[in-house]
């Protein structure tokens, strides 16, 4: 711990920022890698798996619209926003509609994902090392791993997410470094990186309304940004200044944009009347709004348990992963999918996140990448917290956590970057990478379908098998009967099933 206190005044802007020869070789040596990770064997399971039931055949309904093939006669998933389905139907319009080609797109997104955190990285930690720990963190993450081999939403969300973050990152280096263009474009279209970061956060919102979180802190951290800087022109009333100079740009392209975007993806894709929300009427833009509310409508009141759900405090301590499929073999091996994350790389960096946050109360330094790091990992983790006070939904799950993983990574990253350069230094980083890679090789049977024995699978739930399931609340009805013309009412009491509740605890079976 001295040596990073140490490095603390080593300031991330003093290190040489420009990207070298090694940064490319690192960059495709590990994009190489995550891909050849992800694309071999996706097609296995040969079968739709966990929510691929409705995503895939939405998907294949887009550019197919064959009820024959595609299993559906009209768009089952109205209650999420297009844009995800539709990167998935471009898959089954260049591969066919086979468990190939509906996870080609997710494929791509975990890779690209990986490629763009390395490349946040690199500008936020000014750093080579920390590039590599986090992007090769997030290429040997179970949870990523996972969902860019599955045709479900949540893999696009990071993949836009970061993007939108990258973009605005540029954006705060040109107005702190006063590289903002001098052309003779109007002010409003002279910040080419935030209206970039709109965009990307206006898609990530188009993937899954999860991606809105994004959309909240872009504008936090352009605000303080904005603040900041004002405050370094000796501005005497910065936070008026902010609101006067720069109030149109951020609404516009940090809100109005975004928006607009998300509206966009609708086009050809509103839904008719039989999806179970009231006819739309009136102009296009009437009925993507009777649309939204009726999605809110869905999931404000979705009360339905599942037995893979988990509150949101214990998705970080890995309380109860999510099986997308289990099989047995002719031979009694077990097969399955299983979307979890390491226990080892998790829990080592919520002490990353907590030093980290230690350290920028101490700094609080704009062009430091704490401030980043920490409105990350709180802007798409918290809200799901909050939620559980004030949304009466149940059926939540640990992989709704996936857009937090690239901050986590990061956390890990700043903490292996700053303990200096030494031998020791760069052993440590070695070891733990190692041991990162030791765990993913590991699981990967568990999250690839790779037959195992029975007892070879036990070994790998480890002490996680408290899967004793909560007594299920009794049913009572009342009944009226009619006999001999005399009605009789009586009042039964049913035992309730618990084969849709969570187990109470830490279960990964």
Not at 38 to 49: N, T
Not at 324 to 329: A, K, M, P, S, V
Not at 423 to 446: H, N, R, S
């Amino acid at each position: 711990m001295e040596e990073i206190a140490g490095a603390e005044e080593d300031r991330p802007e003093e290190r040489a920022p420009s990207w070298g020869r090694s940064d490319t070789w690192a960059l495709t040596v590990i994009a190489a890698v995550a891909a050849i990770l992800r694309i071999v064997r996706l097609d296995d399971p040969k079968v739709l798996v966990f929510d691929e039931t409705y995503y895939a055949k939405d998907a294949c309904w887009y550019v197919l619209s064959s009820p024959t093939t595609c299993g559906v006669e009209s768009e089952v998933t109205m209650v999420h926003p297009p844009l995800a389905k539709w990167l998935t139907a471009i898959g089954i319009r260049l591969f066919g509609y086979d468990t190939f080609g509906w996870r080609i797109a997710a494929a791509v997104a975990g890779i690209i994902t990986i490629a763009l955190l390395y490349l946040l990285a690199r500008r936020l930690l000014r750093s080579t090392t920390g590039a590599i720990i986090a992007s090769s963190l997030l290429a040997v993450d179970f949870l990523h791993f996972v969902e860019s081999r599955i045709a479900m939403l949540d893999i696009f969300v990071p993949l836009f997410g970061l993007a939108a973050i990258l973009f605005l990152v540029y954006d705060r280096d040109d107005l702190f470094d006063g590289r903002q263009p001098t052309s003779e474009l109007p002010k409003l279209l002279s910040r080419p990186w935030r209206i970039a970061a709109g965009g990307a956060a206006g898609l990530a919102l188009a993937s899954k309304w999860s991606g809105g979180f994004f959309i909240v802190m872009l504008l936090v951290l352009a605000v303080a940004w904005e603040w900041r800087a004002a405050r370094e022109r000796e501005d005497p009333r910065p936070a008026l200044g902010v609101l006067r100079h720069h109030g149109g740009s951020l609404v516009l392209w940090l809100v109005v944009f975004p928006l607009l975007v998300y509206s966009f993806t609708y086009i050809g894709r509103l839904p008719g009347p039989d999806d179970g929300c009231p006819e739309r009427d009136g102009i296009w833009i009437n009925r993507v709004v009777e649309q939204q509310k009726c999605m809110l409508s869905f999931h404000k009141d979705l009360g339905s348990d599942h037995s893979y759900q988990s509150p949101a405090w214990s998705w970080l301590l890995l309380k109860r992963p999510v099986s997308y499929y289990f099989d047995t073999d002719p031979n009694g091996d077990y097969k399955e999918v299983f979307a979890a994350g390491s226990p080892f790389v998790w829990w080592v960096s919520l002490l990353a996140l907590m030093f980290i946050a230690f350290r920028w109360i101490r700094r609080r330094d704009p062009r430091g990448p704490e401030g980043v790091i920490i409105a990350g990992f709180a802007f798409t983790y918290f809200p799901w917290l909050l939620a559980e006070f004030f949304s009466e939904r149940s059926a939540v799950f640990l992989f709704y956590l996936l857009p937090t993983i690239p901050f986590m990574c990061l956390a890990l990253a700043l903490i292996g970057s700053s303990i200096g350069r030494s031998w020791e230094a760069k052993a440590a980083i070695g070891i733990f990478l190692a041991a990162a890679v030791g765990f993913f090789v590991f699981y990967y049977p568990l999250l690839a379908k790779v037959p195992i024995p029975q007892k070879e699978w036990d070994r790998r739930i480890w002490v996680f098998d408290d899967c004793d399931k909560p007594p299920a609340d009794p049913t009572t009805s009342v009944v009226t009967e009619t006999t001999d013309n005399k009605t009789r009412t009586r009042t039964t009491v049913t035992t309730g099933s618990d084969k849709d509740l969570p187990p109470k605890g830490w279960c990964w079976i």
